[in-house]
């Protein structure tokens, strides 16, 4: 049986990320490392879009850069800069063309392309199995997904940020390629919380995606006619042609994953709950926990105890409780946010960065009653 210090199941955004600062660090320079993928990573199979401050480390690969934002609703129109932010799309294929051969480089580092088709753990190590070996690591890092955890519980509600989006060329110059659409309620909204996402890379190229924070996936038709009706309104019916597609769904829920991790094996990226809850926005919050991981590696720490409580997962619960209970109340609770407070502030409370005065400027701007009274059935 092949043996490593540590496997990494799982080349996505947490395995690549944390292979890479594991490999570029001299400290594990005497670690092996084995990093599993089912997949080759040829695929742009994904567009990730995040906010920052300023200059960051991905911006050689940053693909688009948007520095305003349009939000709209049943009663909201609203253009606004996010100052000091910018909105940054970064492409999955050039994300995995930087970050695999970079991997692939590092000695200590070693890259199969195979599926990982069970894992245990025994006292001592942990068995990694695919169908024509079995691996054993010390330490196992998986970016491995299993929705029927959090789905065997009630405690904490599960919903989806469930997209479907094409990426469109247009016969007609419709797009406005300085602002990205955040989120537009306009469309009907049907009992849930939906929204149109539209992220312009010129007049005439859009990533256009139907969106919703919901409990249950539809069908697929049900996302393409939703688009097809909002081009048709929004861009006065322009003849356009499909490039690409994108589908995705990311658990939205505060069920505490952490609790799975052991000192032998640890869960990353959406496996490991290190999606937002109230948002489904990642790929951020993965490159500044991967840092994290690693300086608590360095520092001999037991990988169980890497976890960080915040008061923000409080309020993402009372938020994914109301949400859960009276998913069509999501457009209103949005748009008054937008409509009340600045997008620059809003951005830095999903970002978890604000502190308790801005809190509460936030959380006053829509209704109070539905939040007071998940509070009171979170608190009884
Ligand atoms: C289409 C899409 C768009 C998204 N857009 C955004 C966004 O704009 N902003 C944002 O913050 N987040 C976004 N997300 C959410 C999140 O950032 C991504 O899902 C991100 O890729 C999660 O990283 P991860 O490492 O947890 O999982 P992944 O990146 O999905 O990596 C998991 C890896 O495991 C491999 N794998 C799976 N099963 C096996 C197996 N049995 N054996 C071996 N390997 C296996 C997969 O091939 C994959 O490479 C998006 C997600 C999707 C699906």
């Given at each position: 049986m092949p043996n490593y210090d540590y496997i990494i199941i799982g080349a996505g955004a947490a395995g690549l990320l944390l292979a890479d600062a594991l490999g570029k660090d001299e400290f594990f320079a005497s670690k092996s490392i084995l990093v599993l993928d089912k997949d080759n990573k040829t695929q742009n199979d994904r567009t990730w879009c995040f906010w920052e401050q300023g200059k960051g480390s991905f911006d050689d690969l940053v693909h688009k850069t948007w520095d305003s934002i349009y939000v709209g609703g049943?009663?909201?129109?609203?253009?606004?800069?996010?100052?000091?932010?910018?909105?940054?799309?970064?492409?999955?294929?050039?994300?995995?063309?930087?970050?695999l051969p970079k991997v692939k480089t590092y000695p200590n580092i070693?890259?199969?392309?195979?599926?990982v088709t069970d894992m245990q753990e025994k006292e001592n190590e942990v068995l990694v199995t695919t169908p024509s070996q079995i691996y054993t690591g010390k330490k196992v890092f998986t970016s491995l997904y299993d929705a029927?955890?959090?789905?065997?519980?009630?405690?904490?509600?599960?919903?989806?940020?469930?997209?479907?989006?094409w990426q469109l060329k247009t016969d007609q110059?419709?797009?406005?390629?300085?602002?990205a659409t955040f989120m537009d309620f306009?469309?009907?909204?049907?009992?849930?919380?939906?929204?149109?996402?539209?992220?312009?890379?010129?007049?005439?190229e859009a990533l256009v995606e139907y969106t919703l924070f919901s409990e249950h996936l539809l069908e697929k038709t049900e996302y393409e006619e939703s688009i097809k009706m909002y081009i048709e309104e929004k861009y006065n019916d322009t003849q356009y042609t499909i490039q690409e597609t994108e589908f995705g769904s990311i658990p939205m829920t505060c069920y505490p994953f952490h609790q799975h991790n052991t000192n032998r094996v640890f869960h990353i990226g959406i496996a490991g709950g290190w999606a937002k809850p109230s948002t489904g926005y990642t790929f951020y919050n993965t490159s500044q926990q991967v840092p994290k991981l690693v300086s608590h590696l360095k520092a001999g720490k037991p990988l169980s105890e890497f976890h960080q409580r915040s008061r923000f997962m409080f309020?993402?619960?009372?938020?994914?409780?109301?949400?859960?209970?009276?998913?069509?109340?999501?457009h209103e609770i949005f748009e008054?946010?937008?409509?009340?407070?600045?997008?620059?502030?809003?951005?830095?409370?999903?970002?978890?960065?604000?502190?308790?005065?801005?809190?509460?400027?936030i959380v006053t701007a829509p209704k109070p009653m539905p939040f007071i009274s998940a509070l009171f059935k979170r608190l009884f």
């Open positions: 049943q009663q909201l129109q609203k253009s606004t800069s996010i100052a000091p932010y910018t909105y940054k799309m970064l492409r999955g294929i050039d994300f995995y063309n930087h970050f070693t890259w199969i392309q195979e599926e029927s955890i959090p789905a065997k519980q009630k405690e904490f509600p599960v919903l989806q940020q469930h997209f479907f989006g110059s419709v797009f406005n390629p300085g602002e306009s469309v009907p909204q049907k009992g849930n919380t939906r929204f149109m996402y539209v992220l312009p890379i010129s007049e005439t309020y993402d619960m009372l938020l994914l409780d109301i949400l859960y209970e009276n998913n069509h109340l999501g008054s946010m937008f409509k009340r407070r600045k997008a620059s502030l809003i951005l830095k409370f999903l970002e978890n960065e604000t502190n308790l005065w801005e809190e509460l400027k």
